[in-house]
């Protein structure tokens, strides 16, 4: 550790880093600390190990407690150089996620937290961030995946060669293949969880739109019902944002908040007038909504009933249809390009005790998708007040029941959602095996039952068709 370092934490002590409680059960200086240290094993310049050093010292868009202000500007300067500081000073104006390399050759740009105004960056400037950014991730990483952590990862992966080997090798590791990789030309796309986006050259679609995930610092999510509340984690974060989708029309297979999230719709509903088609709403979820939504409400027109029903489009065909799950919808969706169907945390009988699948299900049969999106997670559910509860082993379809459904369907491609899920409820804990291991054994099956249907692995930003 060189002179200089040890003087810049001297530094940062003495204005009460290290009292200031920060990620992994720590302090803000352990934090920092962590960070340059990242960094230093990475070989970067050793600029960019000092500017990770004080890269929220003054303050970011998520850690507002900041230990410097504009009097320290001076002392930093002397201590860490012109170049750092000016790396620290653009790591806590810019909009982590909206780099660019869409100019001149050798030039970046992101945009201002604020203002969203662009920033031209140097080749030299953004390698600097990305590893001070990445650097940061991973030390609030640890093991999880909440807030934006993902998301930013998903977003450093087009960014590859501007990273040290060190540095790659720690991405790739990381890595899910989750980053968008495409223009958003048309096209059928899976968002994250259940989420799935159709857009056309005639409007947008989406189905369960996932965009959010339970934070420390907002851990309750709400859906669209008063009584709808959980903490979902182990959700891998989606890299679309609400003014990625801009809907015309919103598919709602349940009111469970990762399916129907109330934050997604007030997003949506924001951005223009919203079409809603969803299971039946009573009146006291009506005025629960008016007053959670305030304006935005008059902008929703629900179409909400728990009866197989078909809506038809200009070139759009959607037909809701029942299954086993009490207040839960498959959809079908045609266009003259697509063929899909979605059917989640669905469960193979009324009567949760038998495995075999409910007549109901004939339905399905000979749908013939392109595509088909279907839960898999055998979902066990942990339910009741007080001492008296109730488990329930087979609340949603095992890997074998999905895949038996893709085959009665005839669907040509098949993709597993709804899977990485730990959800916590008022009065109940549902559990999900792995994503890994529901995909291994679904697989499997497939393999061997229909090996002429392919599955698709689905990942947050994938282009299926």
């Known amino acids: 550790m060189s002179l200089t370092t040890l003087t810049a934490k001297a530094f940062l002590n003495s204005k009460g880093a290290n009292k200031i409680r920060h990620v992994r059960g720590g302090t803000l200086f352990d934090h920092l600390s962590r960070v340059e240290e990242t960094l230093a094993s990475w070989r970067v310049p050793e600029t960019v190990q000092l500017a990770g050093l004080f890269h929220s010292a003054f303050g970011t868009s998520h850690f507002t407690e900041k230990i410097l202000d504009k009097n320290d500007l001076e002392h930093v300067q002397l201590l860490i150089g012109d170049e750092a ?15 660019s390399s869409k100019t001149n050759p050798g030039e970046y740009t992101a945009l201002h937290k604020d203002t969203h105004a662009p920033i031209v ?42 990273l040290s080997p060190a540095a790659q ?5 990381l890595d899910r293949g989750t980053h968008p990789t495409e223009e958003f030309s048309p096209g059928l796309r899976f968002i994250g969880h259940a989420g799935v ?3 056309s050259e005639h409007g947008s679609l989406v189905v369960d739109p996932w965009l959010y995930s339970s934070t420390f610092q907002n851990p309750v999510l709400r859906g669209l019902q008063p009584f709808q509340r959980t903490i979902d984690f182990l959700i891998p974060r989606p890299v679309f944002k609400g ?4 809907p015309d029309i919103i598919l709602l297979s349940h009111f469970h908040t990762h399916h129907a999230p109330l934050g997604s719709i007030r997003k949506f509903a924001g951005l223009k007038p919203i079409r809603v088609i ?5 009146e006291d979820d009506h005025a629960w909504l008016r007053a959670a939504l305030g304006d935005l409400y008059e ?12 809506y038809s489009f200009p070139d759009l065909t959607i037909r809701a249809f029942t299954n086993p799950q009490r207040g839960h919808l498959g959809f079908e969706v045609k266009t003259p390009e697509h063929h899909f169907v979605h059917i989640t945390d669905a469960c193979a009988n009324t009567d949760k005790n038998l495995l075999n699948l409910h007549p109901m299900w004939d339905v399905v049969q000979g749908m013939n998708p392109d595509m088909l999106f279907i839960s898999a997670a055998n979902h066990l559910s942990r339910s009741g007040e007080g001492m008296d509860r109730s488990i329930w082993e087979h609340s949603s379809l095992s890997p074998a029941q999905a895949a038996r459904i893709a085959v009665m369907m005839g669907t040509k491609r098949v993709g597993l959602i709804g899977m990485d899920n730990f959800s916590i409820w008022d009065s109940a804990i549902e559990y999900a095996h792995t994503a890994e291991a529901i995909e291994n054994e679904f697989q ?3 393999d061997y039952v229909a090996p002429a249907i392919e599955f698709i692995p689905l990942r947050p930003g994938k282009k299926i068709l």
């Open 243 to 246: 003014i990625d989708l801009t």
């Open 444 to 446: 499997w099956i497939l």
């Open 169 to 173: 090798d720690v991405l790739k590791k």
């Open 85 to 99: 500081l000016h790396l620290v000073s653009l790591f806590s104006v810019i909009d982590r996620v909206s780099f």
């Open 278 to 282: 969803c299971p039946a709403l009573s």
């Open 197 to 199: 986006w159709l857009k």
């Open 121 to 162: 960056l140097t080749q030299e400037e953004m390698s600097g961030l990305l590893h001070m950014l990445l650097a940061n991730a991973l030390d609030h990483l640890s093991g999880t995946m909440y807030e934006d952590t993902m998301l930013e990862i998903n977003h450093y992966v087009p960014y590859m060669q501007l």
């Open 299 to 310: 902008k929703i027109t629900f179409e909400a009933s728990n009866e197989a029903r078909e």
